[in-house]
């Protein structure tokens, strides 16, 4: 089958890439011109592990190829993936004027039967919409168009690996035909009929639940997703607060309610909060979606706002242990938003660094990915040429992601070039009792050792 997909962003470009892996033949388009040239001389335009080996295969095998011209990949395939942006407006929308440009560009091209799915995030209804707009604006009589959704669920950092092996694919559609043709694109991962390009002895090979639904049901599941999932994570940074502050133990916490099987132990990393491109974004566009829609969705409201304040809480803490942080020199370890990734989009690192950066302090940052998309977004730093560069001299080090290489650091090097040996462990990714031995002052978050509140006198008679 012949398969257009639109955006050659991070979801478009694995979806690419991965369907073009499972056998389809994919024209992948994109009207940056730079980003064209860039994957036509086999480079990716992002770090994401395992991508480019597999964009690289797929060309070689001319099963996938890039252009920038939509419509002459409208004219060779009848399924078209929309994957372009929908970043957030202001007011917390998202801003589909992306998703309505690719629209209009079909609906001025399409002959015959096409199959238009959108994979961006969008909100409930865009599905609704998409369809009106080729009824009205379809040039060709003979332009006869489904639309369906398929949301994506992959993760930057394992996108390629979540592309192969989903939790489930979700398509709402609204006819026979529709549900027919995206069975039969992901009949390979659906049966795990695949050579696997991640794993060697692949270990998860049972059939992928294919969820069949409606349209506006398919774009909710995905903002629903989304925003469990951060929900989760504020979750437990409001009991981190509160194993800090009365003498407990957050880890313990979360690992047993993580073993009852119906809160489940994923997304229970307590931190410095959740970024990327997705959540913080989801989270806002669906708390517009709920309230348009006459729904109370405070409790979404509250997830963002302890989101927050978790910038508010690392800087107090750097604060309380600095005292006056003017002129300080505070190392940074981490600059992405999650591990595995080159993405500063939302990191709270880069928020961590602009609110230090006002109090005046010097700061000196390292990541192993990132750096270059951090220079851009926060310009009056030190980059350093690796970790223990970012450590030399600091007052203070934070660890603000959870990259494997600083677990694998020589601790007693970075104790010695440090003026004070304070460690916070922004992700909690340190174990207190190595770093006590090699004498480091060590801070967590929501480890009851310094709990902060003093039990309640006992009252008298
Ligand atoms: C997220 C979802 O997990 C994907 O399923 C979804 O497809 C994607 O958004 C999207 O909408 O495109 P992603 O943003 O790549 O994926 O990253 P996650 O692994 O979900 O992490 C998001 C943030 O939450 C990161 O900043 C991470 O550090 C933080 N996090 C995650 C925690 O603070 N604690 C946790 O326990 C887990």
Redesign the pocket.
């Known amino acids: 089958m012949n398969i257009a997909v639109i955006g050659a962003g991070?979801?478009g470009l694995i979806t690419a890439a991965g369907l073009a892996e499972t056998g389809q033949r994919v024209i992948c388009v994109d009207d940056d011109l730079r980003k064209i040239e860039i994957l036509n001389s086999g480079a990716i335009p992002f770090y994401e592990p395992g991508l480019e080996e597999l964009v690289r295969r797929n060309r070689q095998a001319k099963r996938l190829e890039f252009i920038s011209k939509l419509e002459d990949a409208a004219a060779e395939c009848q399924v078209i993936f929309i994957c372009v942006g929908t970043p957030p407006q202001e007011s917390g929308e998202a801003d589909l004027s992306s998703v309505e440009l690719v629209a209009r560009r079909i609906s001025g091209c399409a002959r015959g039967y096409h199959l238009v799915i959108e994979k961006s995030?969008v909100p409930v209804q865009t599905g609704r919409r998409l369809q009106k707009h080729f009824a009205i604006y379809g040039s060709s009589s003979q332009f006869q168009c489904d639309v369906a959704s398929n949301?994506?669920?992959?993760?930057?950092?394992?996108?390629v690996e979540?592309f192969f092996h989903p939790d489930r694919i979700v398509v709402g559609v609204e006819s026979e035909k529709a549900a027919t043709l995206l069975k039969e694109i992901y009949q390979p991962v659906l049966e795990q009929t695949f050579a696997c390009p991640v794993h060697d002895d692949c270990g998860k090979r049972s059939r992928v639940p294919f969820v069949v639904t409606d349209i506006n049901s398919a774009e909710l599941i995905?903002h629903a997703?989304?925003s469990f999932?951060?929900m989760?994570?504020s979750f437990?940074?409001m009991i981190a607060d509160l194993c800090e502050a009365v003498g407990a133990n957050v880890g313990k916490v979360a690992e047993a309610l993580g073993m009852d099987e119906r809160i489940g132990a994923?997304?229970?990393?307590?931190?410095?909060?959740?970024?990327?491109?997705?959540?913080p974004k989801?989270l806002q566009a669906f708390v517009r979606v709920g309230e348009d829609a006459g729904c109370d969705f405070s409790l979404l409201r509250e997830v963002e706002r302890i989101n927050q304040r978790r910038i508010d809480m690392v800087v107090s803490k750097i604060k309380n242990e600095l005292w006056v942080v003017r002129g300080k020199r505070v190392g940074v370890w981490g600059l992405a938003?999650?591990?595995r990734?080159d993405?500063v989009r939302?990191?709270?690192a880069l928020a961590v660094i602009r609110r230090l950066l006002a109090e005046g302090a010097v700061v000196q940052a390292y990541d192993p990915q990132a750096m270059e998309k951090a220079k851009a977004e926060v310009p009056g730093i030190e980059y350093c040429a690796d970790a223990y560069a970012a450590a030399q001299g600091a007052e203070a080090l934070l660890a603000l992601?959870?990259w494997d290489e600083f677990l694998h650091l020589d601790l007693a090097r970075v104790r010695q070039s440090m003026v004070r040996p304070l460690i916070f462990d922004g992700?909690n990714m340190f174990s207190r009792a190595i770093m006590s031995e090699h004498g480091f002052e060590y801070l967590d978050i929501g480890s009851g050792g310094s709990a902060r509140k003093p039990l309640p006198d006992a009252k008298q008679g």
């Open positions: 991070y979801v995030t949301p994506e669920f992959l993760r930057e950092g394992s996108g979540d995905k997703s989304n999932l951060a989760k994570i437990i940074n994923s997304f229970l990393r307590p931190g410095v909060g959740f970024g990327g491109s997705c959540f989801d938003f999650k591990p990734t993405d939302s990191a709270p992601t959870e992700r």
